[in-house]
């Protein structure tokens, strides 16, 4: 249900930015994934988050398996719609998929991008504002606790996450800023007073 529910609502949306041009609410270029969708790649990566696919993520920079995927798998129609829109080497116009694509389990790829969506998406003021939250949608604590393979994603928890960084889970991105716990704490000499002074008029 979700699969042909979801395609039809990406294709409708993918129609209306092509046919009107419409720009993007915010775009960081070749570092995000996508102009307009981020949940859609989600929702691609989760399908095929079990690993026993024989599709592998280095598969991503492939227009050929792009279109033969695209039918069965919201990861790849995004892939599929980005190569008709963009043009020039893929690790050009879309760096951060480039290097997703060197990442060895889908089930890798899941949980980075959750961590992507929380940091550049979620966890934007600019981007949440416009979001209507309701009886449905609602800003009350989860009542249920998140599964391990969440909350292993949490962008400000101080437990390192193992193993090897990732590339395109852990690349930076221009103007990141760490959280301020992750900061290191500079420790002033004992005595020392610091003395703001105040332009003459």
């Not at 990566?45 to 792009?66: F, G, N, V």
């Not at 991008?113 to 989860?142: D, N, S, W």
Request: charged letters at 20%.
């Amino acid at each position: 249900v979700g699969l042909k529910i979801f395609t039809h609502y990406m294709e409708l949306v993918r129609e209306l930015q092509t046919v009107y041009r419409m720009e993007p609410a915010g775009s960081m270029g070749v570092w995000n994934l996508d102009d307009y969708q981020f949940v859609s790649f989600i929702w691609g990566a989760a399908q095929l988050s079990t690993d026993r696919e024989r599709i592998k993520p280095k598969s991503i920079a492939d227009p050929d398996m792009a279109e033969m995927l695209k039918s069965d798998n919201h990861f790849f129609a995004c892939l599929s719609y980005i190569n008709k829109v963009k043009s020039g080497p893929f690790h050009e116009h879309s760096n951060q998929l480039w290097n997703i694509s060197g990442v060895p389990l889908w089930s890798k790829v899941y949980t980075g991008l959750i961590k992507m969506y929380r940091a550049e998406v979620l966890c934007k003021f600019p981007v949440m504002q416009h979001v209507k939250f309701g009886a449905i949608f609602t800003l009350e604590p989860a009542k249920t606790a998140p599964s391990s393979m969440i909350s292993s994603t949490d962008p400000v928890s101080s437990v390192p996450r193992p193993g090897p960084p990732v590339p395109g889970v852990d690349s930076p991105r221009p103007g990141a800023v760490p959280p301020m716990s992750r900061l290191p704490k500079t420790q002033l000499p004992s005595g020392l007073l610091l003395e703001t002074k105040l332009p003459q008029q």
